[in-house]
């Protein structure tokens, strides 16, 4: 009998059914984008940083060495094909973990059948898909065996490890990050679909036009999965023998969605508001439009908007943080999509104003002085005397209140003593600050 019908125990009895072996060819009926998975790492295309003839993962199994890996990338980049190649390159069992649908029991019996089948020779791949939907108890689990070397560990994900993988899970397994694929990658695997007579549609005589082709691979957003789904829809709705053209395409398509995860709404996010404080206001429209279009709460981007006003205009323009708290305010009451109409025109306010960190820098240098001087005393002059027993002790004395002064302007030591002739402001010239003293306002700030 051979090794896979072994059960646990010895016993005769099939071996796991969600091992994948990685040999076996999908059925004639599994969907085009699984039919046409790659078989060797020779048929990847697009991650030639890991995966091509010098790439990270060839040298490492040239090497005999394959280490834990979390394998980052957005959908339809290969995550789940790279893990059953290598599988496949190492003779290792290769065994699929869910980690929306399955727990630690799985995961118990999982570790009991690879000391199994360890103590015959063979290692074990597990690979768990969407590895960041795992609790931090699930993944503690993984730890014991992941260190002793019992199951090479493949997650895939595609959210930002440092975010949703445990530090200790971490450290011991390697972050491979794959890349949307790329328009002469995607054009290559959609070739490849069409030809190819016995995964693909090779034998169905369905022709492409070139306009159509353009359309799937140019909407495809680097998902390989989604273009092929696309192109398999499309010719079911050609017909045996039929032409796919660019509006067959496009029904097939439907309406594209912006990809989404949370990873990627703190990229975006953070192109956003780095577009605001470079004055493009284009692009600071296009990031707010992929965020909402990708389901994210508009609330997030008024925020930060209504920070980027604050932290990056300041006191250059004081109506831009007015003006984005307001668009705010006016969301909340009209809703979408009429609250978006304030939304872009404070976001085209807030890049095309003048620009000044000055005022946040000096909340940064005056947050590090408290810091630096917990305990400093306030100044005798400033303190408060309501009492007759605080009056004998001077508080109060030599304190000049400002508006018996011209301009307001006591010349008034308000510093505590070590911190004397310290600036934290100092404005920058640009907008309103265009004409302030650039040393500081000195004793009368």
Not at 17 to 32: K, M
Not at 200 to 222: C, D, K, M, Q, W
Not at 329 to 334: N, P, V
Request: hydrophobic share 40%; glycine share 10%; net charge negative.
């Amino acid at each position: 009998m051979s090794e896979e019908t072994l059960g646990l125990f010895g016993a005769e009895e099939p071996d796991d059914a969600r091992q994948e072996p990685t040999a076996q060819a999908p059925a004639a009926d599994a969907p085009l984008a699984e039919r046409m998975r790659p078989r060797t790492l020779d048929e990847v295309v697009g991650q030639d940083p890991i995966a091509g003839a010098e790439g990270t993962l060839r040298r490492m199994l040239a090497a005999d060495h394959l280490p834990s890996m979390v394998l980052h990338g957005p959908p339809g980049t290969g995550k789940t094909t790279i893990a059953r190649l290598l599988a496949h390159e190492r003779s290792a069992r290769f065994v699929s973990l869910s980690a929306v649908s399955e727990g630690v029991p799985r995961m118990r019996e999982v570790m009991k059948e690879a000391e199994v089948h360890r103590s015959r020779g063979r290692s074990t791949l597990l690979f768990v898909d969407e590895i960041h939907r795992l609790s931090k108890s699930q993944q503690d689990f993984l730890l014991p065996f992941v260190e002793s070397g019992l199951v090479t560990l493949v997650g895939a994900t595609t959210e930002h490890p440092s975010f949703e993988v445990i530090p200790a899970l971490l450290s011991r397994a390697r972050v491979v990050v794959l890349h949307p694929l790329g328009r002469d990658a995607l054009a290559e695997l959609l070739d490849r679909a069409g030809d190819d007579p016995e995964r693909g549609l090779g034998g169905s005589g369905v022709t492409l036009t070139g306009e159509a082709r353009e359309l799937l691979v140019g909407t495809a957003g680097g998902d390989a999965r989604r273009m092929l789904g696309a192109l398999e829809t499309a010719a079911r709705l050609a017909g045996r023998g039929g032409r796919v053209d660019e509006a067959l395409a496009r029904e097939a398509l439907q309406r594209p969605t912006a990809r989404f995860d949370v990873s990627l709404g703190y990229e975006i996010l953070s192109a956003f508001h780095k577009s605001l404080r470079s004055s493009r206001g284009d692009a600071a429209l296009y990031w707010a439009a992929r965020l909402i279009e990708g389901g994210e709460d508009p609330l997030v981007v008024f925020r930060r908007l209504v920070a980027a006003a604050y932290e990056d205009v300041g006191l250059a323009d004081p109506n831009a943080g007015v003006v984005a708290v307001q668009a705010m305010q006016a969301y909340e009451r009209l809703g979408a999509p009429e609250g978006f109409l304030p939304l872009a025109n404070a976001i085209l306010y807030v890049a095309r104003a003048p620009k000044s960190n000055r005022a946040y820098r000096a909340l940064g240098e005056a947050r590090q002085a408290a810091r630096e001087h917990p305990d400093a005393p306030v100044p005798i002059h400033l303190r408060n005397a309501p009492t007759s027993l605080m009056k004998e002790w001077g508080y109060g004395e030599g304190y000049r209140y400002a508006h018996d002064f011209p301009d307001a302007d006591p010349g008034l030591e308000c510093m505590p003593d070590v911190l004397v002739g310290r600036v934290f402001y100092e404005p920058s010239g640009r907008g309103d600050e265009a004409g302030e003293g650039m040393e500081g306002e000195g004793e009368g700030s």
